[in-house]
């Protein structure tokens, strides 16, 4: 399995110790080659968070970072990065992400893209299905989540 | 004093207890008219963290709230918003962000008034002058917080 393939594996994981924990199943992980710097998982639910989505909550667990380390790290995430995952990866140089899914909800990848960042689509079925039942069974959770 | 100069000021009071708490004087705090939703600021000292800028912090001490009510939310900071906060004000729909100085610091003004965001500049020759000291003492701090 590729680097790639193993940490999507991890960030999916993630998102579904979300969901047994009654929460939104998406989860991300932050890492520098094979070297895996944080992990996360939305956490609206389990901590009442307004900025705890896959991506932050993984940078967030990853902690005090140098410039240098964020410019090679690549960010991991189920679901396409909405405007404030979007704006923590351009904040801190980010250059690459890796993206399961943007079938359920398309974030601000145009914005990563202009400002020069990697985007590698895995177009995995499972986290379309998974996503699209949880939505499906809790239409008002995710429309708080994606600010609708 | 306007109900603007007001909240600004209890921003201006949050960056000033993150200064006294060791931490990057940078405040925020999230209300709709004259009622606070959250204040918050910059604790990336004060908790190790890589998401907890003014903005996001006041957002997470707000908590959950619905998308009519960050409709009519202001957001004032005592800074320029950083993409990561730029980003979380789009999430979330928020209107209006009044912004005490952006001398030291632009953060993604354009990326908000593209969307269509009203920008007030308050211009506060203090908050200048208190981010100025503290990035002429803490370079390496502030450069961690901005991602360079």
Same mark, same amino acid.
């Given at each position: ?5 193993? !940490? $999507?594996?991890?960030? @999916? =994981?993630?998102?579904? @110790? ?5 929460? @939104? ?11 895996? $710097?944080g ?5 609206? +639910? ?5 900025i ?15 410039? =240098?380390?964020?410019a =090679?790290?690549? !960010?991991?995430?189920t679901l ?14 980010? =250059?690459?992400?890796? @993206? ?10 145009? $914005?990563?893209?202009?400002?020069? +960042?990697?985007?590698?689509?895995m ?9 699209t ?16």
């Amino acid at each position: 399995m590729s680097t790639d393939a193993q !940490m $999507l594996e991890l960030a @999916i =994981k993630q998102a579904e @110790i979300g969901l047994a924990e009654g929460g @939104i199943p998406i989860g991300a992980v932050l890492a520098v080659g094979d070297e895996v $710097l944080g992990v996360g998982h939305n956490r609206r +639910v389990q901590m009442g968070s307004a900025i705890r989505h896959g991506e932050t909550d993984a940078l967030e667990e990853a902690g005090r970072q140098s410039a =240098k380390t964020y410019a =090679k790290a690549t !960010m991991y995430t189920t679901l396409s990065p909405c405007h404030m995952c979007t704006g923590a990866i351009l904040l801190y140089g980010i =250059k690459r992400v890796v @993206i399961a899914e943007n079938t359920t909800f398309m974030g601000a990848e145009d $914005l990563l893209r202009d400002n020069g +960042v990697e985007l590698v689509h895995m177009e995995s079925e499972h986290c379309v299905q998974m996503m699209t039942d949880f939505i499906a069974a809790n239409p008002e959770l995710w429309n708080e989540d994606i600010g609708e």
